[in-house]
Structure formats: C-alpha cells, structure tokens
C-alpha cells in the first residue's frame, strides 16, 4: 500500500519518509536496521491541538473538530503539488508576451491565470475526488452542490504585477473544512518562496518557522495596501485615518505585503474590496505566525463557499501585533 502514498515534497525536512495513509492506524517499515525490520509502529489519530514544538503563538481557535494531524500532513503534500502545478505554468508565461483579457469587473486575465487553475484542479481532482473546488477563474467546480471540505483557488492574486513583470503576486491555496480554513498556501513562484499555514501549527516559509514581531504603537508601524486608488470614497477616507498616525505607508505588493507580515518585516497591511479567494489563504498563514486578520469591524473573516455561492467583497485588516490590530480598527471607525 505504501507504494501508492505520493512521495512528499522537498518542502519537508525528509523527503524519504512516507506519508502515513489516514484511514490506516498502523504502518510496517521495512528499513536497513534488521531490528526495525517488518516493526509495526501504532499511530494514533489524533485531533489536531497545540503542538509542544509547532503550535502558533496566541493563535485563536486552533483546533478543528474532526481534523487529525496525518490528514493535515496529508493535505500539505497535496497542496504543496498544487502549488508546485501552478508554479511551473506561470513561471513559463512570465515576462513572455501573451493576451491580456478584460474581465467583467474589469480586472485582467491571463492564459497564465486561465492554464495554472485548470492544472491545479487535476491535482486535487486525483487526490481527493469528493472535495469541492472553488476557483477566481472558473468558481465551483463539484457534482454536489455542497461539500465539506472545499479548496478555495486564486492561481496569480496580482495579475496587474504578473503582466508588467513585478514578481509581488502569488498564487493562493486554501482548504476550507465547512468553511474554515485549515490550510493556507501562499507561494511566490518566481521567488520559489511558499509561505505554509496549518490549523493548530506555526507558519512555515520553505520549511522553516517564521513570526510577526511585535509593535505596540501604531505610530511606529510600517503599513502595506496594494493601492489607495482600489479604495471606495468612504473606505479611502477610514484608510487615510489609519496611513495618518502610522510610521510609514508603503504600496503596490498585493498578497506579497501579507508574507511580508507574517515573517516579521512589516506590521499592518489594510484593504478593501478584497474576494474570499483573494484572503482565505492567508488566515492559517497569518494567524498561524501569531498575527491577526479580520475584517474592518473586528469581526472573523468567513465565507462558506457552495455552488451558489457569490464572491462577494470584503475590506481587510491584517496586524503582526494584536495591540496595532486595536488601534487600526479604532481608527478605521467602520460602521
């Protein structure tokens, strides 16, 4: 049975050792030490807590009921596939020329965005036959109209930065379990950085823990948003109360500016109009580092993602600290 386990990714820190099938509770390892030989090794199922080594710094609301560590572990060697998919398509499209498309709202796309999900999708559909998939470029993608564990997909969240050859965007993986996120995948492909968030555990950048730091005031706080021509008239102007009293105000790093946070570089990233595909990734990745992430008004960010489902918009405030986190929202004043 081990031969039909994937073999895991160079992401992890030893690629030799196979990934355990969760339906299974035991596994036998044949290894050169004839004293290991044919030894049956017990696993337990066991829900996903605070780790002793891995668990995330005043991470809120760790534990999902009905997720066990080996089906996480499980779910990382398939997203890291995914992102692994969708990183050799864009990587073959960037800085070439190609057809840029005008969406409805506007926004462009690309055969880069286009060609990446349907490759990300293959490999989901191959590993996990009964999970949804809800794409930025092609939306739900089941039999079913509803499913438990749905894979939320934005295959370059910057497409703006993509086309003009500024390697700021990324591609976001998330896996919802009845709508919360347990798992998050922000990757650079052109970087080949990939941030890695998981229920219950510490935020990893290629395998190695990363964490916001810390800054009680708001005054010394450096401030990430894409861009203050994205605002509305009223959300430019909550905007313009928080960029007043921080440190620094910097633009133009789309979901980069989240990565940026979360391993510990800048402080405050504000937002708006931003869809579920654009921000699930990034609460396991965030929160996972000990920082936090809700909407304007301090609420958690949730979106249930179903075939009837509409991507509808959300404005976004991500801090490394949770006392700047408090203070933007006072200042936002969103009612």
């Not at 591609?171 to 922000?186: A, E, Q, W």
């Not at 708001?218 to 007043?244: D, K």
């Not at 249930?304 to 203070?327: C, L, P, R, Y």
Request: glycine letters at 6%.
């Amino acid at each position: 049975m081990l031969s039909q386990i994937p073999k895991p990714l160079s992401f992890f820190p030893n690629p030799s050792i196979p990934i355990p099938n969760p339906n299974s509770l035991s596994l036998r390892f044949s290894t050169p030490n004839p004293s290991l030989s044919l030894t049956d090794l017990p696993l337990r199922r066991r829900r996903s807590p605070f780790l002793s080594m891995t668990s995330a710094p005043d991470r809120p609301d760790a534990v999902v009921p009905g997720v066990y560590d080996i089906e996480l572990d499980r779910f990382a060697v398939v997203a890291n596939k995914v992102a692994d998919a969708s990183g050799e398509v864009i990587r073959k499209y960037f800085r070439q020329k190609f057809d840029i498309l005008d969406k409805a709202d506007s926004s462009p796309v690309t055969i880069a965005d286009q060609t990446a999900e349907e490759h990300m999708i293959s490999v989901i559909s191959e590993n996990f036959p009964s999970h949804a998939v809800y794409g930025e470029e092609n939306g739900w993608r089941c039999k079913e109209k509803s499913a438990d564990y749905v894979w939320v997909l934005d295959p370059i969240d910057g497409t703006k930065s993509f086309i003009t050859g500024k390697p700021v965007f990324g591609t976001l993986i998330s896996l919802l379990l009845r709508g919360k996120p347990i798992l998050g995948i922000i990757d650079q492909p052109i970087l080949r950085e990939r941030w890695l968030g998981l229920s219950g555990r510490q935020t990893t950048l290629n395998g190695t823990l990363v964490s916001t730091r810390t800054c009680a005031n708001l005054a010394q706080a450096y401030l990430y948003t894409t861009s203050p021509h994205l605002f509305s008239a009223e959300a430019e102007e909550a905007f313009i109360r928080v960029r007043n009293k921080v440190k620094v105000p910097l633009y133009g790093c789309d979901c980069y500016a989240y990565v940026l946070l979360a391993s510990g570089y800048v402080d405050l990233v504000v937002e708006s109009g931003l869809k579920p595909y654009d921000f699930l990734s990034l609460i396991p990745v965030i929160e996972g580092a000990g920082g936090v992430i809700t909407d304007w008004k301090g609420h958690q960010l949730f979106w249930e993602a179903s075939a009837n489902s509409h991507a509808t918009s959300f404005n976004v405030v991500a801090a490394g600290d949770k006392q700047i986190h408090q203070q933007a929202l006072n200042s936002l004043q969103w009612e």
